[in-house]
């Protein structure tokens, strides 16, 4: 098994109790915890419009972290965006790949291994990976924004390993029209 935690630094503050990792604030909960919770919002909502919202914090939160993560490295471009995957995949996220990447452009494809959700809620015939898509957008906007680039993007996942004969995700990343 390969390990990625030794390259994410955490540290606890012994006053507060507040976990921080590059100077961020961070939550550590089990994975069965969170998406326990995420189901049961996905069933209060429907999978549709809890989708919705969650595109837009998504997309908001990848924004700021991409805008932080930048300066804290001192990394800019498709740097930023190969970081980015870096951390998630060491977050228990899932192990996510870049397949593609043009920031001039707004494109990307990204490919999703190993995805919690598919690890927690099994092969239930549909896409479960749909928290993510507001990620890359708003990860492809600010870097393209950083670097003077007038391009906006959408996201959506193009398969899931939740579906049947499915072995990864994919998500595609494309300018808005």
Same mark, same amino acid.
């Given at each position: 098994m390969t390990t990625h935690a030794p390259e994410v630094p955490i540290a606890v503050d012994g006053d507060t109790g507040v976990w921080?990792? &590059? #100077?961020?604030?961070m939550l550590y909960v089990p994975r069965h915890f969170f998406i326990n919770n995420h189901i049961a919002v996905e069933e209060a909502l429907g999978a549709e419009r809890y989708a919705k919202a969650l595109y837009q914090a998504g997309y908001k939160s990848a924004w700021y972290w991409c805008e932080k !993560?930048? /300066?804290? +490295? #001192?990394? !800019?471009? &498709? /740097?930023?965006? +190969? +970081?980015?995957m870096k951390r998630l995949s060491q977050r228990g996220w899932g192990l996510f790949s870049t397949e593609m990447l043009d920031i001039a452009a707004g494109r990307a494809r990204v490919r999703l291994d190993h995805s919690a959700f598919v690890y927690q809620m099994g092969e239930v015939g549909r896409k479960v990976d749909y928290m993510y898509t507001g990620w890359f957008s708003g990860a492809v906007d600010q870097i393209a924004d950083a670097n003077g680039f007038d391009v906006r993007t959408v996201s959506r996942q193009t398969q899931c390993a939740a579906e049947p004969g499915v072995e990864f995700g994919l998500f595609e990343v494309t300018p808005i029209t």
């Open positions: 921080t990792t &590059d #100077g961020l604030p !993560e930048s /300066a804290q +490295h #001192g990394i !800019e471009g &498709d /740097a930023v965006f +190969h +970081h980015y």
